[in-house]
């Protein structure tokens, strides 16, 4: 069994950085695609950046150039660097894991194909 997780949410100015951090317990290996999701105002989740275990990654056109995603594979951690933070990136923040199997041929920024799920954190931004 996979347990994901989340830390790192907070409050902050717009223009300002955080690092969400998502530790996962379990047998998360190369057979798995990783991301980040928020919630948006419609009640669904959004892709916000996903990683693959050869390290492609993939981001929502709305954060590319200001967040990074990355996996440090000894401590099994998943990490979101956000800067240049905006009021419209407040949210609640998901990290997820899923089987590549169910991704196809490329991992996904929709959430369909992710089976494990963290319990959020939350990300909110000021002007």
């Known amino acids: 069994q996979v347990q994901l997780v989340e830390s790192g949410g907070g409050s902050v100015q717009s223009g300002g950085s955080l690092t969400l951090s998502c530790v996962a317990s379990?047998?998360?290996?190369?057979?798995?695609?990783m991301g980040w999701f928020r919630q948006t105002a419609g009640n669904r989740r959004e892709g916000v950046g996903i990683i693959d275990s050869d390290g492609t990654t993939n981001y929502v056109d709305s954060v590319k150039g200001r967040f990074t995603i990355s996996h440090d594979n000894v401590k099994n951690t998943l990490f979101l660097q956000m800067n240049d933070l905006k009021p419209e990136d407040s949210s609640k923040y998901y990290c997820a894991a899923g089987y590549k199997y169910y991704h196809g041929a490329h991992c996904q920024m929709n959430p369909g194909p992710y089976n494990y799920w963290g319990q959020g954190t939350q990300v909110t931004v000021s002007s």
């Open positions: 379990g047998s998360i290996d190369d057979s798995y695609c």
